[in-house]
């Protein structure tokens, strides 16, 4: 694997709204590295929905019904409900890439603080306990590393047998944990200690449960610059962070899917993060850790390039160590 399979389409992104917007920032600039295989997904079937998310809940989202539309915390709009829908097929579709290539991006965001009842916190609906709705065939484990704790999706386990989450965060966010969820709460002067504890713990957690899928939300907001993280952990420490998880999955031979999740910085810094988780899973599952993938088009020469070179100066990209094995 020299390139990521990577589910993203412009729809995903709508200008009009900044906070999936920057999710087409991030696609231009893993583009322009090499990173990643765009693919678009099909279109949303959405009776995959019935049953996980309220009726009346879906309803007055589909049909822009105020209150309840709104309640992500965005304006309802046609495109934002576009928006979300194509996400969540690029969620359905990743999952079934992964199957055979080990790993899968969906270049998405907004689904862990979803609930059956309403959005919340700029998640209209859950794609991670979505994909345990559609697929009561696989047990699907949740390792989230979003700055904020992942609540939506805990919310669902009682409902979903196959369910299971481990949630390390900065921010509690009403993640509380309980039957088959696990919380990791990081806080104070050690926050890389803390966090290499929790992975260590969440090993184990994988390795007793043996879920048959993985899906990893690699958020960026827990980054030491972003407004919101409480968290404050390098980049270089993300870093590390996302070759573990995507070790674990390796290891074990689990299928993993991964959303680039929160990011509250400048979108060109959430994206240069959000290029490091892919740069961590290709390291772990592809051939491009000892040499970067060439650019092509006007971008031609990565070490040449100078969107690439400001990238590395700023040490916001890490540079590909040696194979992993």
């Keep these: 694997m020299k390139v990521l399979p990577t589910y993203f389409s412009s729809v995903y992104a709508p200008p009009e709204t900044p906070r999936f917007w920057r999710l087409s920032v991030a696609a231009d600039l893993m583009q ?80 862990h603080h979803a609930v059956a009842e309403r959005g919340s916190a700029y998640c209209a609906l859950n794609g991670l306990a979505l994909v345990a709705h559609a697929r009561p065939d696989l047990r699907v484990f949740v390792i989230d590393c979003d700055e904020h704790g992942g609540n939506g999706t805990e919310s669902f386990i009682a409902q979903l047998p196959n369910l299971y989450q481990a949630s390390i965060f900065g921010t509690r966010f009403g993640c509380l944990g309980g039957p088959r969820s696990w919380t990791f709460h990081i806080r104070g002067r050690n926050a890389a200690a803390q ?30 610059n972003d407004p919101k993280s409480l968290a404050r952990i390098s980049a270089d420490q993300m870093f590390r962070r996302d070759l573990r998880v995507f070790g674990m999955a390796r290891e074990l031979t689990v299928p993993i899917v991964f959303v680039v999740a929160g990011g509250y910085q400048q979108p060109e810094q959430v994206a240069q993060l959000n290029a490091n988780s892919v740069r961590a899973a290709l390291q772990v599952f592809g051939e491009a850790a000892t040499e970067p993938t060439p650019l092509t088009g006007a971008a031609a020469g990565a070490h040449t390039d100078p969107l690439v070179e400001d990238i590395l100066a700023k040490g916001l990209l890490v540079p590909l160590g040696p194979a992993t094995t």
């Excluded at 994988?206 to 690699?218: G, M």
């Design 195 to 224: 966090y290499d504890a929790a992975l260590d713990e969440v090993d184990d957690l994988i390795r007793e449960h043996r879920p048959d899928l993985i899906l990893y939300q690699s958020g960026a907001d827990c980054h030491e």
């Design 32 to 111: 322009k590295l090499g990173l990643v295989e765009m693919i678009e997904p099909p279109p949303f079937d959405t009776s995959a929905l019935s049953g996980l998310h309220s009726e009346r809940y879906l309803t007055h989202f589909d049909q822009g019904i105020e209150p309840l539309a709104s309640t992500l915390g965005i304006p309802w709009s046609t495109a934002v409900r576009d928006a979300t829908y194509a996400m969540l097929s690029g969620q359905l579709a990743a999952v079934e890439r992964a199957q055979s290539s080990g790993v899968c991006l969906n270049l998405a965001c907004g689904f």
